[in-house]
């Protein structure tokens, strides 16, 4: 299967191409860039075609496309890709409004082309093993969940409200509350936040603190700040609690590391093992498209992490909880 890669803005592209690399039935096709210059250099780096307009790409044969682009930029790509009936691998979160986001979920299906969001973590080996456990019963009922996503300020146009749609509870609501989402079964309800700009000298939020209300009666406290230094040995790191009445389940998704110290840099680095999450994501993807098959991430799980990011952020300018039916 061919496979193209629409836009490196976003920081995963190259992890998704590493994928596309590894993976013997693909053949990556190409990139196409809104930044000429670097598809350039990165079609050069990956030793691929560089397509110099996003028409040329989608008249090619490409089965399907990976957007790595901006946020607000995912709705446009998403369209041209179903129009031009190539499978989408959307980076997270889906897009920065609802509207954007039914749009692109209603042009896959019309267009018959499937829509997944890159939700990497469903793929963590940790995060599947302790949604057997939670499935097994053995914690009892659930009755309150606590996760953490921190992370370096990424820089750039993450920092650009109109480009991101948000900063930080933008960048990291949507990863924990699909992993909520797709362990439990369970939908949110509501949304009380806090969030402000206290470290960085930055246009939007780079600190957040969520209180979630779920299905059932359970809640959720949820931190997505960006609050890991630039000395720190790596971006961050994606963490769940879950309290039942029968135990404790703690996990932490990016746990399993080697520290590594190099004299050529000023920082150590954590070199992960145990799995490589981006290569099953894209794997399971391209598996999908090949034989047929539903995806395990559809547009409307992306939909659902947006509207609570959303609420959360209406919740901060009303400085009161938000139903999430409110933003719909």
């Keep these: 299967m061919k496979v193209g890669i629409i836009s490196f803005a976003h920081l995963h592209a190259d992890a998704y191409a590493d994928a596309l690399k590894q993976i013997p039935y693909v053949e990556f096709a190409g990139i196409y860039d809104e930044d000429a210059d670097r598809g350039k250099a990165k079609a050069e780096q990956f030793g691929v075609h560089h397509f110099t307009s996003l028409e040329e790409m989608l008249a090619t044969d490409i089965g399907a496309v990976i957007i790595c682009s901006a946020n607000a930029d995912h709705c446009y790509y998403t369209l041209k890709a179903a129009e031009a009936k190539k499978h989408v691998l959307v980076e997270k979160p889906i897009a920065t409004n609802v509207e954007d986001a039914n749009k692109m979920i209603d042009a896959c299906k019309k267009n018959n082309v499937k829509l997944q969001v890159a939700f990497p973590v469903r793929y963590n080996p940790s995060m599947i093993e302790a949604k057997k456990i939670v499935e097994s019963g ?176 209406e919740s901060g300018r009303r400085k009161q909880p938000v139903k999430i039916e409110e933003i719909r």
């Excluded at 109109?162 to 990291?172: I, L, N, S, T």
Aim: hydrophobic fraction near 40%.
């Design 138 to 313: 053995k914690l009892g009922r659930i009755l309150a969940i606590k996760g953490t996503n921190n992370g370096s300020m990424p820089g750039g146009w993450f920092v650009d409200p109109e480009k991101a749609g948000g900063g930080a509870v933008m960048d990291h609501t949507v990863h924990v509350v699909d992993i909520i989402r797709w362990m439990l079964g369970l939908e949110f309800e509501e949304v009380y936040a806090e969030y402000d700009t206290l470290i960085y000298d930055i246009p939007t939020d780079d600190c957040g603190m969520l209180t979630m209300e779920l299905t059932g009666n359970i809640f959720a406290t949820l931190d997505t700040s960006w609050n890991r230094p630039p000395s720190y040995p790596t971006w961050g790191g994606v963490t769940l609690t879950l309290v039942g009445t029968s135990g404790v389940l703690e996990m932490d998704a990016y746990g399993q590391y080697y520290q590594v110290f190099r004299n050529d840099l000023d920082k150590s680095l954590w070199a992960p093992f145990g799995g490589n999450t981006d290569l099953y994501l894209v794997k399971d993807f391209v598996d999908a498209c090949i034989q047929d098959k539903p995806v395990k991430v559809k547009g409307e799980d992306g939909l659902r992490a947006l509207e609570v990011a959303l609420a959360a952020y």
